[in-house]
């Protein structure tokens, strides 16, 4: 099997000829370096994109954004006023110091915004799959309804939407879905094969399940038919404890799910989550990018991989990290000696 092959068929609960070990993205590698090609044709590589708009404010809504000193500012114009957000940077990292609404009233005013549908641009994702080839698997990446409110609100104004003012956070996201549905439509249309969807995460962790339902569950999986109306895959990425969550990823439909961490990030048992969802959804992870892959010796990583392929393989399982962002040159060494561990307990 090609690494795409492999991909796909434990996406979709097949047994490939061996279980994938797939890192999510370049991390900090280069991928024209030594290494960045290395790991491109050793490992079984994840790669997203993003398109280009923003699918939920449309493109008939007036927001600028402008550059002063160390800060970034968006301004939101709404018929009832603007609203502000703002973004500080430092010499190593930046951060939202100030969000856009505070209150159900600014969600009134955001949603009371003239809207248009974004021209979907499908460039560089047809463009990345042709260069990636049957090395590897893209996706689009595009959070949820719920990820576009919460990145509204500050994690405190978000949590007190909820207990204050529930009915308009639903609407709130109702609004958020429906344009995301046309949204996710017309990439299916424009052939994209398969969407990582995110954004459970923030209710997951902060609100809990019931809010999990109503927020996360019901509207996703709305995203998730639309996907598969057009036979494509639905890959879904949800941080922190999620072992209370199982049956209610079960009811949003999805393919896959990432990360699955273990303790002490998550409370994942990745034997117990093959024996309760492992049969409808393909696992994928639970290596730790940071924390375990970018600072354990290879001798320890390739015990842990060792370990998770016996619980959760050979079917509908996936040897990877966290889907986290920047992880280092040790990691993706460590990334290359799973798959070659892979491929050689399947031989």
Known sequence: MTSRQRLLCALRRGT???????????GTIDPESELGQQLIECTDIFLDVYCEGDAVLGRAARVHTETEGDQTITVYETPQGPLQSVRRRTAITSAQVKFACQSAEDADKILAMPYEPVQVDTHKYHYRSEK???????MVSS?????????MFSPQDFCLLWADAPQKMIEFVEVATERLCYYYRQLCEAGVKALRIYGGEYVSVQLGPQAYQQLVVEPDRRLVDIIHEYDGITYFHNHGP????YDQLLQIGIDAIDPLE????GD????EAKQRIGHRICLVGNLDDMEVLSKLPTETVLQMGRELINKAGPDGFILGGTAAGPYTELAARNFI??????AQMAG
């Open 337 to 342: 000696a799973l798959a070659e561990l892979s």
């Open 132 to 138: 990636l080839g049957e090395k590897g698997l893209v």
């Open 16 to 26: 490939p000829d061996r279980v994938p070990g797939a890192p999510f993205g370049m």
């Open 143 to 151: 959070g949820d309804g719920v990820n576009w409110v919460a990145e």
């Open 268 to 271: 994942c048992d990745i034997a």
């Open 262 to 265: 273990a303790p002490p990030w």
């Open 242 to 245: 999620m072992t209370r969550y």
